[in-house]
């Protein structure tokens, strides 16, 4: 957008935050009773509610079971009402296939599938409100649906989107500096073993500053996976302390 | 209909030939295979052949009323159709995931680059601008859609040229070819995806998978780059775990590539512009290969010959070692039985140890090293 500067002289950007600052994250665990796993995730204005069912007998095609694991299975979609236009089609197209396909991509790298043979877990993501690094927050609250459901995963798959405006990476963006033109590279992590399970760039970027960007990106998804820990923590004392445990 | 499955064992053949650098057409591991442009009669088509894979793209233009919320810019389509002609296991009309993923891959190279100047596509503002629409159709499908996709949209593109127009206050007068020249796009760089496909975790990784070797990958990357070493668009896909320092590798060996390509294209441009000059006849049907038979002429097979030596010789000593005759088998060999012929040996036989035999066979194939206790004779 000509005129918005998203970098200020001082290092501020457009609501405030500096370079690598993230947005504030906060999340709830277990919000409905009916789903296995269930979790609200809300990054800055981004909100996300994600909900996982499963292990559970394969439905649908039968054809689909695969012997030796379980087939994780993602569906991706957006409120009409969470962009500023009212969304006409909220799953089906394009970019919402694209964006189930890669959360499925994400979490069959980092869920432990071989312990369930034969069976299937769902995985179904809603953004309520758009602001920005979809993908991102869809990822953190779909982590945080798993874990609460009790399905072993590998690490905390920990997901950013980061921008590169003047030289200068910049963590997770929001909506007005991804619309901007802004090179934005998605990143989803584990961060214990610093293994990258998706990678997702758009716009021109030149090579030489790829690795800055990449580092920048993997060290907010580990400051984002410190708060899911944190959230994780408080879920499961709070769990404990109502069962008197 | 259904793709026929991979049996295990062509699956464990590959998996077992790449862990020693060996791929199924011989190529090395960052090479590609053959790339070869073609452009048909009309302006903005332009055919591609990325070894055996095959695919066609089509450029096309129109006047439409712009999308409201960029009244002075253009807009710009893409399409890839996957049609059965391809492959067995594509459907037609049906949005398959492959489909999907290609599709988005494909606008994300082209169209998040702005490698089109859109602005330059606007003839009144707000009311008429051009939409430019990129078909792109698989003809063949041997592996590696994606790079032959974007290699023919971004090739088509060049080649495309548009009508004329003029306006006059509200008026708009589009010439046709014959009245005045057909002007080309402006595009500012040349987008070209490289695919890195991905084997056992991440361990190995190969340039260009083939359809064999696609289908026994975990994984892949696809690097979109121009030739000023600009990255236009990553994305890996499959459910891989990748570290920093594979991808950062995989993005020097792209920027080479993408080089290579780049030149490719431009010379096929050049040599294309020269013959429509020069009024020659251009075309899908010229671009075929004249299938003419002269002379009995196969391909050359490549055929890995470094270490035939040594393990002829290995053989050579292993059955020196060991000489057992087998008078009683003769004649299984048929009109070639001998009296002098002791052993029969496979070029890739491992000698047994116990000293049962095993495997004879009255073929005549290359391969059969024949052995005589005494004197060891060369493979005919």
């Given at each position: 957008m000509a005129g918005l500067e998203l970098l200020s002289d001082q290092g501020y950007r457009l609501d405030g935050r500096k370079a690598t600052e993230l947005r504030k994250l906060q999340a709830r665990m277990g919000v409905f009773t009916q789903a296995d796993g269930s979790a609200y995730l809300e990054q800055g204005n981004t909100k996300a509610l994600a909900v996982v069912y499963g292990p559970h007998e394969m439905r649908g095609s039968r054809s689909r079971t695969l012997h030796d694991r379980a087939v994780i299975n993602c569906q991706y979609s957006m409120a009409t009402?969470?962009?500023?236009e009212r969304k006409r089609r909220p799953h089906g197209d394009r970019k919402s296939t694209e964006m189930s396909l890669h959360l499925k991509q994400t979490f069959e790298a980092a869920?432990?599938?071989?312990?369930?043979?034969r069976s299937q877990i769902d995985i179904y993501v809603k953004i309520l409100q758009s602001d920005g690094g979809n993908y991102s927050v869809c990822v953190n609250a779909a982590t945080l649906a798993v874990i609460d459901a009790g399905i072993p995963m590998r690490d905390y798959v920990c997901a950013c989107t980061v921008g590169f405006v003047d030289e200068t990476p910049l963590a997770d963006l929001c909506y007005a500096e991804e619309s901007g033109g802004v090179s934005s590279l998605a990143l989803a992590l584990l961060p214990r073993g610093g293994q990258i399970a998706l990678l997702q760039m758009d716009a021109r970027l030149h090579q030489d500053h790829l690795e800055t960007l990449i580092e920048a990106a993997m060290t907010a998804c580990k400051g984002v996976s410190k708060v899911l820990d944190e959230v994780v923590r408080q879920h499961l004392q709070e769990a404990s302390v109502l069962t008197g445990e | 209909m259904k793709d026929t499955p991979l049996s295990n064992c062509e699956r464990d053949f590959l998996l077992k030939a790449i862990e020693e650098k060996k791929r199924l057409d011989g190529r090395q591991t960052y090479d590609y295979r053959k790339i070869k442009i073609s452009f048909g009669t009309d302006y903005g088509c332009c055919f591609v052949d990325l070894g055996q894979t095959r695919v066609m793209a089509q450029v096309s233009c129109e006047l439409v009323a712009p999308k409201e919320n960029r009244p002075n810019e253009g807009i710009m389509f893409f399409n890839i159709e996957l049609s059965p002609m391809a492959s067995p296991g594509f459907e037609q009309g049906r949005q398959s995931e492959l489909s999907v993923k290609l599709n988005r891959q494909l606008e994300r190279c082209l169209r998040n680059s702005k490698c089109?100047?859109?602005?330059?596509?606007?003839?009144?503002?707000?009311?008429k601008v051009w939409q430019i629409r990129v078909d792109v159709h698989t003809l063949?499908?041997?592996?590696n859609l994606m790079d032959a996709a974007s290699i023919a949209a971004i090739t088509a593109l060049c080649h495309f040229r548009r009508p004329d127009v003029s306006t006059q206050g509200q008026e708009v007068t589009v010439y046709s070819p014959e009245e005045r020249d057909p002007i080309p796009l402006s595009i500012y760089h040349m987008p070209i995806s490289v695919s890195f496909a991905f084997f056992q975790q991440g361990t190995y990784l190969l340039v260009d998978p083939c359809e064999r070797e696609e289908r026994v990958m975990d994984g892949l990357l696809v690097i979109a780059m121009n030739k000023h070493r600009e990255i236009c668009s990553i994305q890996s896909s499959g459910g891989i775990m990748l570290l920093k320092e594979q991808v950062m590798r995989c993005s020097k060996i792209a920027g080479v590539k993408v080089s290579e390509i780049t030149e490719l294209i431009n010379e096929a441009l050049l040599n294309d512009r020269k013959a429509r000059k020069a009024g020659g006849k251009c075309g899908f049907a010229e671009s075929m290969?004249?299938?003419?038979?002269t002379a009995l002429k196969k391909d050359e097979t490549p055929v890995e010959m470094t270490d035939v030596t040594e393990t002829a010789n290995g053989i050579i000593q292993k059955g020196e070692a060991a000489p057992q005759t087998y008078p009683e088998l003769n004649y299984k060999l048929g009109y070639k039985a001998c009296k002098k012929w002791d052993t029969v040996l496979w070029h890739s036989f491992k000698w047994p140890a116990g000293g049962d035999v095993v495997e004879i066979s009255d073929?005549?194939?290359?391969e059969v090293v024949i052995l005589n206790p005494e004197v060891p004779e060369k493979p005919k």
């Open positions: 009402f969470s962009t500023a869920v432990m599938t071989q312990l369930y043979p | 089109i100047d859109t602005e330059s596509l606007c003839v009144v503002s707000g009311e063949n499908n041997d592996g290969p004249q299938e003419r038979i073929s005549e194939e290359e």
